[in-house]
């Protein structure tokens, strides 16, 4: 296969990306569990950067160094899980080295007719940054590992009218487990998202003292997880999980805080107040205003005299 050096791998099959990786085609074509250690052809070409049309669920047994969460770095010795979705753009780095593990790789074909293939964009991890991995703990690697060999047995048997069936519960099971993993990810890593929150709470003071809403609009959440090094979908799953907010609604929040000040002790116009925080449209900041404090701006500075 040859592709242009600036142009990642495209592969619209599980077969054609068997075939690059040098493993046997699939047994079923929308759905292959595939061993690492089974890739026999030259993928450091590959690795630097490639396109499914398919989701993948990788776990890799040994992550070397260290994986980074923000500002701060964690050592893993358990292993981790990493969800990519179709389109994704995925690029490995080559310093890591050979792994131990394997990837699911499942194409959205296969879900149709089921819930699942509306209820998968419910699970956020799959817009995760790759170093945002779930590190599992012992229990939770036996407890996932064991889904894993049974969609593996599954494969490996005769297929009959109740293997999607079966198939497809078990996927939903790997990933309600995640969820659940997750969580207790976020919930042991408390101190490091408290930091996040305290470095986000600084970013928007900082965007909205400065003033930045008249020349850039108003702060988002993609600006907030580039200046912080998460994803916008970890970013928001981690504040829900720690305030009940999700990163917007940080955003907003913070934005009503300043609105309140600027109504308090100045005398800008309603208009010049929404321009000053980045508002196009003066009926967009007051509508805002409106559904978050039951009060439209002028309401405000009313009930302060």
């Not at 990786?21 to 929308?30: N, R, S």
């Not at 969460?69 to 080295?97: R, W």
């Not at 309600?176 to 207790?184: A, D, G, H, I, P």
């Amino acid at each position: 296969m040859k592709k242009n050096n600036h142009q990642p791998y495209i592969f619209h099959s599980i077969a054609e990306m068997n075939k690059a990786l040098g493993m046997p085609p699939p047994a079923h074509p929308l759905i292959a569990l595939n061993d690492y250690k089974d890739i026999s052809g030259d993928i450091s070409d590959i690795a630097k950067g490639m396109l499914m049309d398919f989701y993948k669920i990788s776990y890799k047994k040994h992550l070397s160094g260290k994986i980074r969460y923000g500002q701060h770095h964690y050592d893993f010795n358990e292993g981790g899980l990493s969800f990519i979705s179709p389109n994704q753009l995925i690029a490995e780095d080559e310093s890591n080295g050979e792994c131990e593990g394997f990837t699911l790789l499942i194409h959205p074909d296969f879900f149709r007719g089921y819930a699942l293939a509306a209820n998968i964009k419910n699970y956020g991890f799959f817009s995760y940054a790759a170093n945002e991995a779930l590190q599992l703990s012992e229990k939770e690697k036996e407890t996932l590992l064991g889904v894993f060999k049974n969609i593996g047995d599954e494969l490996q048997q005769r297929l009959d009218k109740f293997s999607q069936d079966v198939i497809i519960s078990q996927i939903e099971l790997l990933l309600n487990y995640s969820n659940r993993f997750y969580n207790r990810q976020f919930i042991t890593r408390s101190a490091v998202n408290h930091d996040i929150l305290t470095q986000m709470e600084t970013l928007l003071e900082d965007y909205f003292n400065a003033r930045n809403g008249m020349e850039k609009g108003l702060p988002t959440v993609q600006y907030l997880a580039d200046a912080m090094h998460v994803s916008p979908g970890y970013l928001s799953d981690l504040l829900r999980n720690l305030t009940g907010l999700n990163a917007q609604q940080h955003i907003h929040q913070k934005m009503i805080e300043k609105a309140k000040i600027i109504l308090s002790g100045s005398n800008l116009s309603v208009a010049e107040i929404a321009y000053q925080l980045g508002f196009e449209h003066p009926q967009s900041f007051s509508k805002i205003f409106k559904r978050k404090t039951n009060q439209t701006p002028v309401e405000f500075k009313q009930s302060l005299n």
